[in-house]
């Protein structure tokens, strides 16, 4: 690896370099022009370039087509061998453009046929991934996790004593057996109450964000880790991350006495808060 002059970012309409017939364009983010107009100090592939169309710049690289292309590229997409090291790259160059400029970072594998192509693109959105980028100045992602138990009796008990009234009159047998034939009513309700605990904790945390955004909470990634029941993104000033990890710490302290886990993630590139550019027409011309 070695820091080159590939990567002063050459004008749109300045001549484009050659691609092999075999290679393709790999986009791996966008930022602002006057930002990156230096090279990053740190070390990079010699094969990248910055490509600039107006206030915003194209941070790219050739890739032989058929890595990510028929038969091959199915294959090794599903390698995950093949696939991890490029996308954690793909994630070191996002993270180091960050640190010159806000970001729209592209998802991995986003491919264009050629410079034409991409700055076409670049040109037909050129307003809203400026406007994007000047929302996100200054500021970062961080992700909210929470995960809930309800694999114990003493739970599940307590769970039926919140929901029905009547339980607490009922013996112990009886209890056990009900709790048998009901689990998976006393795991709906469960999951709903610790997903609206949740809400309240992330209603605590908002007037520290700039903006939250709830996602699928997704599988169960650690199996001792508990059932996963929420997953929210938050836009955080870096002046305040310090606040809301703090925050978050003491919030999870209290979660786990209801056997609720909360962890927060962080910082990431402002994936969850980028606009939609795949309208009819004007969507990216390869695969993401």
Known sequence: MSEVASLSPPDASAASPMLEGSEAICLFVFAQSDNVRKRPSEAV???????????????????????YCGAAGERNLADAAWIAPRVRRHAELVECTMRLSPVFPIPFGTLYKSFDSLAAFMRAHEESIGGFLQRVADKEEWELRACARFDSPEILDRLACDAWPEW?????GVRYMRACRDRDALLDVGRAAAAARVREFVAELRPLAASVRQHDPGRRLDPGAGEPIARYAFLVERSNADEVRAR???????????????TLSGPWPPFSFRPDLSAPNQAMDGVS
């Open 168 to 172: 607490r009159a009922l013996t112990k």
């Open 248 to 262: 978050v710490k003491e919030i999870a302290v209290g979660a786990s006495r209801q056997n609720i886990g909360i």
């Open 45 to 67: 592939d010699e094969r990248l370039i910055l490509r600039r169309v107006g206030s915003i710049a194209a941070l790219i690289g050739a890739v032989p087509i058929s890595d």
